[in-house]
């Protein structure tokens, strides 16, 4: 895959790219600010891009909000954000615009490395993947009364999986369910959060932003 890497520390961006290359991928740009990375998805239109959700100059969303930018001139362009902490509201601005291929993950993950690399993989065939961490934070701490109590345990716990990036085959071995057993179920779900069949929207996307919302 052709990739860009945005990341202000040095020594994290040049072995991001030590990682990617030793992996098979071309990095096409690896920069350290946001407005940097913007210009390198416009000029490159990678594959998929890493993006540090704090850059330059406030560290605080710099990356995050260049991400943002970056796709609206790329709609759907690949990206997986890295993060320090845990912040789930970025997210949810990552996935507002329905469009999918989108992760989120903290920099912990890239030292597992089979765990990066294979999210790295689904973000560029243009799945969701949320750091299960991000997902935990989520089930401990924002179950409060809206849209997902109408949910089973079993459909919640399905929706967990969906926010991670999981395939419904990978769903299913882990439940150990049939296949046609959680399409059943997503099917449920899709239905009971209002998201009716969209050729213009991603309803697994949506799905997963009425779950961080909910």
Request: no cysteine; hydrophobic share 50%; glycine share 10%.
């Amino acid at each position: 895959m052709r990739v860009v890497v945005a990341e202000d520390s040095v020594l994290l961006r040049e072995g991001l790219v030590r990682l990617l290359v030793e992996d098979g991928h071309q990095v096409v740009a690896a920069v350290g600010d946001g407005t940097a990375l913007v210009e390198a998805v416009l000029a490159h239109d990678p594959d998929v891009s890493v993006v540090d959700v704090r850059m330059p100059p406030t560290h605080t969303d710099e990356g995050l909000r260049a991400a943002i930018t970056a796709r609206s001139h790329r709609p759907g362009a690949p990206v997986l954000m890295l993060s320090q902490y845990v912040e789930a509201s970025y997210a949810g601005d990552l996935l507002a615009d329905g469009s999918g291929a989108v992760g989120y993950l903290l920099k912990d993950r890239v030292a597992r490395l089979a765990e990066f690399l294979d999210a790295l993989h689904r973000v560029a065939r243009g799945a969701t993947v949320l750091d299960p961490q991000v997902v935990a934070q989520l089930l401990a701490g924002r179950r409060r009364a809206g849209a997902l109590e109408v949910l089973t345990a079993r459909e919640r716990q399905l929706l967990a999986l969906m926010a991670e990036g999981w395939s419904n085959t990978a769903i299913a071995g882990r439940l150990v369910l049939s296949a046609s057993a959680v399409e059943k179920h997503i099917g449920n779900i899709f239905a009971k959060l209002g998201l009716p069949p969209d050729g213009a929207q991603h309803r697994r996307v949506l799905a997963v932003l009425a779950y961080l919302g909910g």
